[in-house]
């Protein structure tokens, strides 16, 4: 009796290691693309990644039996990889009905408001249309994503009044010395600019617009079954509570 029951102890412990070895085996690994975007995903000073956006995601894929690996590079080159495959997932999408093509969506998992800022002493322009028929110059970042809106903003500027820079950064500091008139941007990036004396106090805010934000995921690699227990899963960030 000792021995049958000794043997059916070792069987179930067999069948728990078996298990857990299969379930860590097939845990789907999710590469990440990301740009460091201060406070929504970006690396600390350890190297890790942090901020609400990434840590949501982190755990929502969890919540999935999949693991975050997240891969520093600018959305330009994420968009590429999403299209080929060499990456699986990024976060703060924009929908663009063009990229359905290569792209499955979530459902938004947060909106942002998005603003084009000018000096608090400049009162030429108090829409985004009279910033354009003012003449005036605005400072944009290469490879950021813009919101449609913005774009269509973009668009419809001649090339001698656009700026282009690498960091948002560099488009706080010329708007501060008068190199441009404005730029682009969220409040919340603005604000978690480092080392900068021109703030939110310093500047004018004209509204574009609010813009759902989705995670997305390459169709190259993944079904939509991939994506609808996301979708199902998924909680809502309210960045303005």
């Known amino acids: 009796m000792i021995r049958m029951l000794t043997t059916l102890f070792l069987s179930v412990l ?14 789907c690994v999710m590469k990440i693309g990301f740009e460091d975007e201060v406070p929504f995903h970006f690396q600390n000073s350890d190297g890790a990644v942090v901020g609400r956006d990434a840590e949501h995601l982190r755990q929502l894929l969890e919540s999935v039996n999949c693991r975050a690996n997240f891969v520093l590079m600018p959305w330009s080159r994420t968009l590429i990889g999403l299209k080929t495959g060499q990456i699986d997932m990024a976060m703060g999408a924009s929908f663009v009905s063009k990229r359905t093509e290569y792209l499955w969506y979530s459902r938004p998992y947060k909106t942002l408001d998005h603003y084009l800022f000018v000096s608090k002493h400049d009162n030429r322009a108090k829409t985004a249309d009279e910033f354009v028929e003012a003449g005036l ?11 449609a809106k913005f774009r269509d903003m973009i668009e419809a500027l001649p090339r001698e009044q656009l700026e282009t820079v690498e960091t948002q950064d560099q488009l706080i500091q010329m708007l501060e ?3 441009i008139d404005g730029f682009l941007s969220n409040g919340f990036s603005f604000a978690s600019s480092e080392k900068l004396t021109f703030t939110l106090q ?8 609010r813009t ?6 390459s169709k190259n690699n993944w079904s939509e079954d991939t994506m609808l227990p996301i979708r199902q899963k998924q909680k809502f960030l309210d960045l303005y509570e």
């Open 14 to 27: 067999l069948i728990v290691f078996i298990s857990i070895s299969v379930r860590a085996e097939t845990q």
């Open 137 to 147: 110059r605005l400072g944009i970042v290469i490879g950021w994503h813009y919101t």
């Open 177 to 179: 010395r008068g190199r």
């Open 202 to 209: 310093d500047v004018r805010s004209i509204e574009i617009d």
């Open 212 to 217: 759902p934000l989705h995670y997305v995921m």
